[in-house]
Protein backbone atom coordinates (compact mmCIF):
# COMPACT_ATOMS: atom_id res chain seq x y z
CA UNK A 1 0.00 0.00 0.00
CA UNK A 2 1.06 3.46 -0.69
CA UNK A 3 0.37 6.62 0.75
CA UNK A 4 1.12 10.26 0.06
CA UNK A 5 1.13 12.55 3.07
CA UNK A 6 0.20 16.58 1.74
CA UNK A 7 0.55 18.83 4.24
CA UNK A 8 2.80 21.71 4.85
CA UNK A 9 4.32 21.19 8.36
CA UNK A 10 7.33 18.82 7.62
CA UNK A 11 6.96 17.66 12.04
CA UNK A 12 3.56 16.93 10.98
CA UNK A 13 3.87 14.97 8.25
CA UNK A 14 7.54 13.47 9.97
CA UNK A 15 4.80 12.27 12.86
CA UNK A 16 1.96 10.47 10.93
CA UNK A 17 4.47 9.45 8.29
CA UNK A 18 5.81 7.11 11.33
CA UNK A 19 2.74 6.51 13.08
CA UNK A 20 1.73 4.60 9.42
CA UNK A 21 4.87 2.68 9.07
CA UNK A 22 4.28 1.47 12.67
CA UNK A 23 0.62 0.17 12.06
CA UNK A 24 1.08 -0.86 8.57
CA UNK A 25 4.43 -2.49 8.21
CA UNK A 26 3.86 -2.72 4.15
CA UNK A 27 3.12 0.54 3.48
CA UNK A 28 5.03 3.02 1.58
CA UNK A 29 4.89 6.51 2.59
CA UNK A 30 5.91 9.46 0.53
CA UNK A 31 5.47 13.02 1.48
CA UNK A 32 4.55 16.87 -0.44
CA UNK A 33 4.67 20.01 0.91
CA UNK A 34 1.77 21.91 -1.52
CA UNK A 35 -0.61 21.20 -4.06
CA UNK A 36 1.76 21.45 -6.66
CA UNK A 37 4.32 18.82 -4.85
CA UNK A 38 1.62 16.29 -4.40
CA UNK A 39 0.54 16.52 -8.27
CA UNK A 40 4.34 15.28 -9.45
CA UNK A 41 4.73 13.02 -6.55
CA UNK A 42 0.92 11.10 -8.11
CA UNK A 43 2.61 11.51 -11.28
CA UNK A 44 5.66 9.57 -10.17
CA UNK A 45 3.70 7.17 -8.63
CA UNK A 46 0.13 7.04 -8.22
CA UNK A 47 -0.84 5.83 -4.39
CA UNK A 48 -3.31 3.81 -2.47
CA UNK A 49 -4.47 6.69 -0.46
CA UNK A 50 -3.56 10.67 -0.53
CA UNK A 51 -4.06 12.25 3.09
CA UNK A 52 -4.40 15.94 2.46
CA UNK A 53 -4.56 18.77 4.07
CA UNK A 54 -6.69 21.62 3.32
CA UNK A 55 -4.40 24.63 3.64
CA UNK A 56 -1.70 24.84 1.54
CA UNK A 57 1.02 26.99 0.13
CA UNK A 58 -0.45 27.96 -3.45
CA UNK A 59 -3.34 25.78 -4.47
CA UNK A 60 -5.38 24.49 -1.64
CA UNK A 61 -5.91 21.07 -0.77
CA UNK A 62 -9.05 21.32 -2.50
CA UNK A 63 -7.99 22.38 -5.98
CA UNK A 64 -5.21 19.84 -5.72
CA UNK A 65 -7.83 17.10 -5.24
CA UNK A 66 -9.87 18.49 -7.87
CA UNK A 67 -7.01 17.89 -10.39
CA UNK A 68 -5.93 14.89 -9.14
CA UNK A 69 -9.25 13.49 -9.44
CA UNK A 70 -9.76 14.80 -13.09
CA UNK A 71 -6.44 13.11 -13.96
CA UNK A 72 -7.19 9.75 -11.82
CA UNK A 73 -10.89 9.22 -11.07
CA UNK A 74 -10.07 6.49 -9.20
CA UNK A 75 -7.62 8.11 -6.52
CA UNK A 76 -8.89 7.86 -3.23
CA UNK A 77 -8.38 11.35 -0.91
CA UNK A 78 -8.91 11.25 2.98
CA UNK A 79 -8.35 15.11 3.68
CA UNK A 80 -6.91 15.19 7.58
CA UNK A 81 -7.38 19.23 8.38
CA UNK A 82 -7.49 21.53 11.89
CA UNK A 83 -10.62 22.56 10.30
CA UNK A 84 -14.62 21.44 11.35
CA UNK A 85 -16.41 23.82 9.51
CA UNK A 86 -19.23 21.51 8.00
CA UNK A 87 -19.17 23.94 5.26
CA UNK A 88 -15.75 22.78 4.33
CA UNK A 89 -16.41 19.41 4.45
CA UNK A 90 -18.82 19.66 1.83
CA UNK A 91 -15.98 21.29 -0.23
CA UNK A 92 -14.04 18.42 0.49
CA UNK A 93 -16.49 15.83 -0.73
CA UNK A 94 -17.73 18.14 -3.65
CA UNK A 95 -13.47 18.15 -4.54
CA UNK A 96 -13.68 14.45 -4.89
CA UNK A 97 -12.81 13.40 -1.50
CA UNK A 98 -13.64 9.97 0.09
CA UNK A 99 -12.97 11.22 3.94
CA UNK A 100 -12.84 13.94 6.23
CA UNK A 101 -11.21 13.44 9.63
CA UNK A 102 -10.22 16.49 11.88
CA UNK A 103 -6.95 16.75 13.65
CA UNK A 104 -8.27 17.15 16.84
CA UNK A 105 -9.47 13.51 16.65
CA UNK A 106 -7.53 11.34 18.02
CA UNK A 107 -4.40 8.45 15.93
CA UNK A 108 -6.88 6.18 16.29
CA UNK A 109 -9.72 7.64 14.28
CA UNK A 110 -7.35 8.44 11.25
CA UNK A 111 -6.32 4.94 11.72
CA UNK A 112 -9.86 3.80 11.70
CA UNK A 113 -10.36 6.80 8.06
CA UNK A 114 -6.87 4.69 6.61
CA UNK A 115 -8.69 1.68 7.06
CA UNK A 116 -11.97 2.48 5.63
CA UNK A 117 -10.72 4.51 2.65
CA UNK A 118 -8.67 2.57 1.28
CA UNK A 119 -10.87 -0.53 1.35
CA UNK A 120 -13.25 1.59 -0.93
CA UNK A 121 -15.84 3.44 1.52
CA UNK A 122 -16.91 7.04 2.24
CA UNK A 123 -15.33 8.03 5.79
CA UNK A 124 -16.28 10.90 7.59
CA UNK A 125 -15.31 11.51 11.59
CA UNK A 126 -18.21 10.28 13.82
CA UNK A 127 -18.73 13.71 15.20
CA UNK A 128 -18.80 15.31 11.56
CA UNK A 129 -21.16 12.93 10.05
CA UNK A 130 -23.75 13.51 12.71
CA UNK A 131 -23.60 17.02 12.33
CA UNK A 132 -24.13 16.62 9.26
CA UNK A 133 -27.12 14.33 9.65
CA UNK A 134 -28.35 17.07 11.78
CA UNK A 135 -28.16 19.78 9.15
CA UNK A 136 -28.46 18.54 5.86
CA UNK A 137 -29.05 21.41 3.97
CA UNK A 138 -26.63 23.99 5.61
CA UNK A 139 -22.87 24.17 6.60
CA UNK A 140 -23.09 25.24 10.41
CA UNK A 141 -19.44 25.83 12.07
CA UNK A 142 -17.55 28.01 14.54
CA UNK A 143 -18.72 31.06 12.47
CA UNK A 144 -21.77 31.32 10.29
CA UNK A 145 -19.78 33.64 7.77
CA UNK A 146 -18.18 31.11 6.45
CA UNK A 147 -20.91 28.60 6.12
CA UNK A 148 -22.27 29.74 2.86
CA UNK A 149 -18.92 30.10 0.91
CA UNK A 150 -18.49 28.27 -2.20
CA UNK A 151 -15.60 25.99 -2.38
CA UNK A 152 -13.63 28.69 -5.11
CA UNK A 153 -14.77 31.56 -2.95
CA UNK A 154 -12.90 30.21 -0.01
CA UNK A 155 -9.65 29.04 -2.13
CA UNK A 156 -9.81 33.02 -3.77
CA UNK A 157 -11.05 34.48 -0.18
CA UNK A 158 -7.84 32.18 1.53
CA UNK A 159 -5.34 33.94 -1.32
CA UNK A 160 -6.45 37.16 -1.73
CA UNK A 161 -6.33 37.26 1.87
CA UNK A 162 -2.71 35.90 1.94
CA UNK A 163 -1.73 39.18 -0.17
CA UNK A 164 -1.77 37.23 -3.66
CA UNK A 165 -2.38 39.28 -6.37
CA UNK A 166 -5.47 39.07 -9.09
CA UNK A 167 -3.17 37.79 -11.98
CA UNK A 168 -0.99 35.27 -9.38
CA UNK A 169 -4.46 33.52 -8.34
CA UNK A 170 -5.36 33.01 -11.65
CA UNK A 171 -2.57 31.48 -12.53
CA UNK A 172 -2.72 28.97 -9.53
CA UNK A 173 -6.40 28.41 -10.42
CA UNK A 174 -6.12 27.85 -14.01
CA UNK A 175 -8.82 30.93 -14.60
CA UNK A 176 -8.95 34.53 -15.75
CA UNK A 177 -7.66 37.72 -13.80
CA UNK A 178 -11.39 39.24 -14.72
CA UNK A 179 -13.00 35.98 -13.18
CA UNK A 180 -11.16 36.79 -10.31
CA UNK A 181 -11.59 39.78 -9.88
CA UNK A 182 -15.51 39.11 -10.31
CA UNK A 183 -15.73 36.45 -7.37
CA UNK A 184 -13.71 38.86 -5.35
CA UNK A 185 -16.70 41.33 -5.86
CA UNK A 186 -19.22 39.09 -5.11
CA UNK A 187 -17.49 37.81 -1.78
CA UNK A 188 -16.63 40.58 -0.27
CA UNK A 189 -20.53 41.43 -0.74
CA UNK A 190 -21.01 38.45 0.84
CA UNK A 191 -18.38 38.89 3.54
CA UNK A 192 -19.87 42.44 4.14
CA UNK A 193 -16.11 43.81 3.90
CA UNK A 194 -15.07 46.64 1.87
CA UNK A 195 -11.29 46.59 1.82
CA UNK A 196 -8.71 44.08 1.74
CA UNK A 197 -7.63 44.30 5.22
CA UNK A 198 -10.94 44.23 6.60
CA UNK A 199 -11.12 40.86 4.86
CA UNK A 200 -7.86 39.62 6.50
CA UNK A 201 -8.82 40.78 9.72
CA UNK A 202 -11.89 38.44 8.92
CA UNK A 203 -9.81 35.86 8.17
CA UNK A 204 -7.61 35.66 10.80
CA UNK A 205 -10.57 36.56 13.31
CA UNK A 206 -12.34 33.12 12.36
CA UNK A 207 -8.66 30.95 12.37
CA UNK A 208 -8.65 30.65 8.13
CA UNK A 209 -5.55 32.66 8.84
CA UNK A 210 -2.95 32.51 11.50
CA UNK A 211 -0.23 35.13 12.32
CA UNK A 212 2.97 34.31 13.18
CA UNK A 213 6.66 35.87 12.69
CA UNK A 214 6.43 36.00 9.28
CA UNK A 215 2.82 37.53 9.32
CA UNK A 216 -0.46 36.07 8.67
CA UNK A 217 -0.39 32.87 7.02
CA UNK A 218 -2.94 29.54 6.06
CA UNK A 219 -3.78 27.47 9.07
CA UNK A 220 -3.65 23.46 8.40
Known sequence: MKILLVDDHAVVRQGYASLLRAVFPEVQVSEAASGEEAQQRVQESIPSLVIMDIGLPGISGFEATRRLRQRLPQLR??????????????????????????????PEVLLEAVRWVTAGHVYLEQRLATQMACNPHKGEGHDPRLRDMTQ???????????????????????????????????????????????????AIDTGVLRTGEQGARLSA
Open 77 to 106: VLFFSLHDELSLVRQALEAGATGYVSKSAS
Open 152 to 202: REFEIFVMFARGLPARQIAEKLCISSKTVSNHMTLLKQKLQVASQAELVHL
